[in-house]
């Protein structure tokens, strides 16, 4: 089995910057992609970010593109997300999750094995 603990959120003030962490731990594979996903109250969970095993790729939602960054580090099984320019609209719970079948990365929560519990944040204007 596979844990992932996302920390590194909280409130921030619209304009201002949130890193957000995913540790791996458990189980280990030998490549796995990981991306970032948001669900806003009242809103279905959505793509923010994914990067693949070898961290070449990345890929962002539209919405993100330009502010957040996604990146990781293999040796410490931890996935980041760097979020500057933060808005009111990203406020969210942000979950990162791990994918077996899809080490390149996806866009699709389907797609997606073990999923974190989750962290607030909340971005106010």
């Known amino acids: 089995q596979v844990q992932l603990v996302e920390s590194g959120g909280g409130l921030v003030q619209a304009g201002g910057s949130l890193r957000l962490s995913c540790a791996a731990s458990?189980?280990?594979?030998?490549?796995?992609?990981m991306g970032w996903f948001r669900q806003a109250p009242g809103k279905e969970r959505e793509f923010v970010a994914a990067?693949?095993?070898?961290?070449?790729?990345?890929y962002y939602a539209d919405s993100v593109k330009g502010r957040f960054t996604i990146s990781r580090d293999n040796a410490k099984n931890t996935v980041y997300l760097q979020m500057d320019s933060l808005k009111p609209e990203d406020t969210a719970v942000y979950y990162c999750a791990l994918s077996l079948r899809y080490y390149g990365g996806s866009y699709f929560m389907i797609d997606y094995d073990y999923w974190g519990q989750g962290t607030q944040v909340t971005v106010s204007s």
């Open positions: 458990g189980r280990t594979f030998s490549r796995y992609g």
């Open positions: 990067i693949a095993w070898s961290a070449g790729n990345t």
